[in-house]
């Protein structure tokens, strides 16, 4: 993985000083937010980011924008923040989280090659395929989403 340069870790620091206070902004204000979240496998293997601004591994994935369909925010999210380009009708639903602020869709889909990922090291500090027996400090969206996983098989 390449080094941070300096204009990264300053847009590393700013998310991390900032996301706080939006979240607690749009809590204050009583918004509740669409999200999507998509979960990537490759021969058992799923494929999980670390934020700048937030602890521990999680799905790609981010808020859906008025005007779009939770499968296409999925996959935008999936190209902003890995590189990776998959058409949304590969993408299948998986579920939808309700959280006490935000109402997250879940998707999957399963691919027979690895891609190549690439992230912009400055909202995502890192992303890679991993067992999920070994992720070290999954978030509580990750959380959900592997024991809901486990649940339906």
């Avoid at 579920?95 to 990922?117: D, K, N, V």
Wanted: aromatic share 8%.
């Amino acid at each position: 993985m390449a080094r941070a340069s300096f204009a990264d870790r300053m847009h590393q620091s700013a998310f991390a000083a900032l996301y706080p206070w939006v979240i607690r902004l749009a809590r204050l204000a009583g918004w509740k937010s669409d999200a999507a979240a998509v979960a990537v496998w490759h021969r058992g293997r799923l494929l999980v980011v670390e934020h700048s601004y937030m602890k521990g591994l999680s799905l790609p994935g981010g808020h859906i924008r008025s005007d779009e369909l939770p499968v296409l925010a999925a996959a935008r999210e999936l190209e902003e923040e890995v590189g990776i380009v998959i058409a949304p009708a590969e993408i299948r639903p998986f579920g939808c989280l309700e959280r006490r602020h935000t109402r997250l869709s879940l998707f999957e889909c399963h691919l027979a090659q690895a891609p190549e990922i690439r992230i912009d090291n400055r909202e995502i500090t890192a992303a890679a395929f991993k067992s999920p027996s070994s992720i070290p400090e999954p978030s509580r969206t990750l959380q959900s989403y592997l024991r809901a996983r486990r649940a339906a098989a």
